[in-house]
């Protein structure tokens, strides 16, 4: 019996001790890619004070992992995504193929297999709101690397980014060819070049394009406090 106890026990250590180095090298991973993630957007001098800043990218990290919680996928993938996805970004960068293969690079020197690479390149050539709209998506990585991003152009920071991004392009937050006028009632009329004009062509769309049910219902939230918000600029402007 004692023989027995002992095997069990060391079986169980065993497999902590496994668990815990698969875990520890996920974190090493982690590390490793959004460390040369910051370095390539200093190198380029992508140190913006709005949109592409690094804390950005964390923010998704921080969704992604998550949505990985409540809904499976494989972490090792949706992370390093995560991190890279605006590394062709072609308003940051001219050689997109050129980032190509630097990802390429990147991955290969921190032990990702080319078939893990070729998904991370794959996830993060569809992740853009104009190019992941497809409902045919059966792939659980993409699906949560594309919510994940999506979810920070909702709420409270979807509308900071916006109002920062739109100052940053010397944009008006709203011009009166926006707005409709009914006596007592500001409504939404018609798009022009404005920051108010970006809520209409894509933040309000974003709900219906989630594709996870933890993403969904948080999106919901998030959507509501954007109307809550434009709600009461319109009121403000009557």
């Known amino acids: ?34 460390m040369a993630t910051k370095a390539t957007f200093y190198e380029k001098k992508v140190v913006y004070k709005f ?8 923010r998704v990290v921080k969704n992604a992992k998550y949505l990985i919680k409540n809904e499976g996928g494989n972490d ?12 062709i970004d072609s308003k940051l960068f001219d050689d997109i193929e050129g980032q190509k293969i ?8 921190n032990n990702y297999r080319p078939s893990e690479i070729d998904e ?16 045919e998506c059966n792939n659980l990585n993409l699906e949560i690397v594309r919510d994940s991003d999506r979810l920070d152009a909702l709420g409270a920071i979807g509308i900071i980014r916006t109002i920062e991004y739109g100052n940053s392009k010397q944009r008006l937050f709203y011009e009166e060819d926006n707005l409709n006028r009914d006596e007592d009632i500001v409504s939404f009329k018609d798009s022009t070049n404005t920051s108010l004009s970006h809520f209409y062509d894509k933040l309000l769309k974003l709900k219906d394009y989630m594709h996870t049910y933890t993403a969904k219902k948080l999106a919901e939230e998030r959507h ?15």
């Open 1 to 34: 019996i004692g023989c027995w106890a002992f095997g069990n026990i060391a079986e169980g250590f065993l497999c902590f001790l496994i668990m815990f180095l698969i875990l520890g090298l996920i974190f090493f991973w982690d590390k490793r890619i959004a």
């Open 51 to 58: 949109d592409f800043l690094f804390i950005h990218i964390e």
């Open 76 to 87: 090792k993938i949706i992370i390093a995504a995560c991190y890279l996805h605006d590394l």
């Open 102 to 109: 630097k990802i390429r690079h990147l991955l290969a020197d």
């Open 120 to 135: 991370i390149l794959e996830i993060i050539e569809h992740i853009s709101f104009s190019k992941g709209n497809i409902d």
């Open 224 to 238: 509501e406090f954007l109307l809550s918000f434009l709600d009461e600029f319109y009121k403000e402007l009557k």
